[in-house]
C-alpha cells in the first residue's frame, strides 16, 4: 500500500510580501478604530463646551434683560410733605413729588387721611430737579396767580387745572391741596398720611400737622 503524504508548497516571496502587508493592514484599521474612539471623545468634549458657552450667553443675556427692564419700572419718590392748619380752619396740605424711575407717569388722584383731593382745590409747579429745601406753608389768603417762594430760594407761580398730571421721568412736581376736607384745627400735631396715585402704583408718607400760626 502506498501512502501518500501532502506537503505544503514551499512559501515564494510573494507569499511572504503579501501576509506582511495583510498583517500592516490589520494593524492599520485597529490603529484607526482607536484613533475613531479618540476623536469621539474630543468631539463630544468640544460639544459639552460649547453647549456650556451657549447657556452661559443665555443666562448673561437675560440677567442684561432683566436689568434693563428694571431700571425703566415706575418709582416716585414723595419728600418735603407737610400740613398746616389756621386757627381759622384754613389748611394747606403739600408735598414733593420725585420721578426717579425710568418711565414718565401720570398722577391721577392725590389724598389726604384717606380723603381724595379735587383737582380744582390743586396747586402746583414743576421743577426739573428735586427739592432740597423745605416747604414753606402759604398765607391763609394766598393769590396763587402770583409769585409764591414755596421754598427758600425758589419761587414760582402755581397752576391749577382739573386734569390729571403727567410727570416725565427725572422730574418733580410739587403739588399744595387747599383746604383738604379732612383736616381741622383740632387735627393739629396728630400724624396724617398723604397718598399719590398712578395708574400702576400708589405712594404713602406720613407728616405730622403743624400750626400755621407763627409769629
Known sequence: MVLSVCRKPPRTNQDIIFSALLFLSEKRMKSLARNNKALSTVVTTLIILVVSVLLAGVVTMYAINITSTRTQQEELRLT???????????????????????????????????????????????????????????????????????????????SNDTNDKPLASGDTIIFYITSPDSINVNDIGTTIGITVFTENAQYYVECNVKSAETV
Open 80 to 158: 418735603k410733605q407737610a400740613i398746616w392748619v389756621y386757627a381759622n380752619g384754613t389748611a394747606f396740605a403739600a408735598l414733593s413729588v420725585d420721578n426717579v424711575g425710568g418711565r414718565d407717569v401720570v398722577i391721577d388722584k392725590l389724598q389726604v387721611r384717606g380723603v381724595e383731593a379735587s383737582w380744582g382745590g390743586v396747586y402746583y409747579t414743576r421743577r426739573s430737579s428735586a427739592l432740597s429745601a423745605s416747604l414753606n406753608c402759604p398765607n391763609a389768603d394766598i393769590n396763587w396767580s402770583k409769585s409764591f417762594t414755596y421754598a427758600t430760594g425758589s419761587s414760582a407761580t402755581f
